[in-house]
Every structure is written in structure tokens, then in C-alpha cells.
């Protein structure tokens, strides 16, 4: 009896640990089997193949760390929802064709925020903008068109304004 629930144990872990692969576009699929769409992803990205949506339990805690650092850095002295807002943008990146598909590589894209080029992502994130890293990432979905923030009093691409506005809180205008 002790080894056949060893052995459940054990093939409970085993399968648990496994992860549902993409499905290879050129090969051949009996008629039984069907591909569904959310089998094939952007890119080998381990957390999207985990889950269909960036959910929290998915996140490395290095990845939540850096965001809250640009939420910090990016909306200090904006409202929560600001901040939230914030770091909603950055998930919709990792989720949009667009653009690169983890939270490291969208922070880090070239010229894509001013803290990155300033050095100010290397400061500690406080405990609100965890909070807010934690509510974005609840909240997926809910403002999943949102790509673009800026402040209307301070930048200087005209290409940003440009963008359609679709929320303004705070200082910055969220666009699409």
C-alpha cells in the first residue's frame, strides 16, 4: 500500500510539472485531434505557455520586482489607479504581436521608458507599487488595449500624441 501511494505521489508531481507544448504548425493532425488556437504562442516564452493570460502565479518574482520598479519609478506621486494603470500597459505589451513577450524584454526595448535611460529602475520599488503590480495582474483584461502612457506637461515625441487617448488619471494620459 506505502508504494502504490508512493508511486501516486510521484506521478502526480511528474505530470504537474510537465508543460503543454505548442503545437508544430506543419505537422500532420489525425482527424481526431484538433489544434485549438491558444495551443500556438508568440514565442517560447515558458510563462505563456503556462497560461493563456499573465496570471500572477505565473510571474517570477524577478520579473514582478522590475515592474514594480518602473511603476515606482515611472508613477510616483500619481494616484493608485495611475499606478495600476501603469503597470497594465507593460503586461498588454507582453501580450500584443507588437511587441516583445516578457516583462524584462518590454521594460527594457530601446527608448521604450524614460527610467530605464535615466537609471531610476534601479531604485526600490515601495510597497504601493507591488500592490499595484498585484491588482494589474488580477485585472487582465479589463484595460487590455491599453499600450501607451505618457504626461501631456512633459513629453516631447510628437509621435505619442498621436496615439489616441482612451483614460487620463493623474498626470498621464493612457493610450492606444
Known sequence: MNKIFMKAIFITILVSSYTIFPAIENAQIND???????A???????????ADSLESRFIKSEDKNLLARLVHAEAKGEPFAGKV????????????????????????????????????????????????????LQEQGKDNELLY??????ATSQWIFSRKVVKKIGNHSFAI
Open 149 to 154: 502612457f505618457y504626461n501631456p506637461k512633459t
Open 85 to 136: 494603470a501603469v503597470a497594465t500597459v507593460v503586461l498588454n505589451r507582453v501580450q500584443h504581436k507588437q511587441f516583445p513577450d516578457t516583462i524584462k524584454e518590454v521594460i527594457y526595448q530601446k527608448n521604450a521608458f524614460e527610467p530605464v535611460m535615466n537609471g531610476s529602475i534601479h531604485e526600490p520599488a515601495n510597497k504601493e507599487s507591488y500592490e499595484a503590480v498585484e491588482e494589474a
Open 40 to 50: 500556438k504562442y508568440k514565442k517560447s516564452d515558458i510563462h505563456k505557455k503556462e
Open 32 to 38: 481526431d485531434l484538433q489544434v485549438a488556437d491558444n
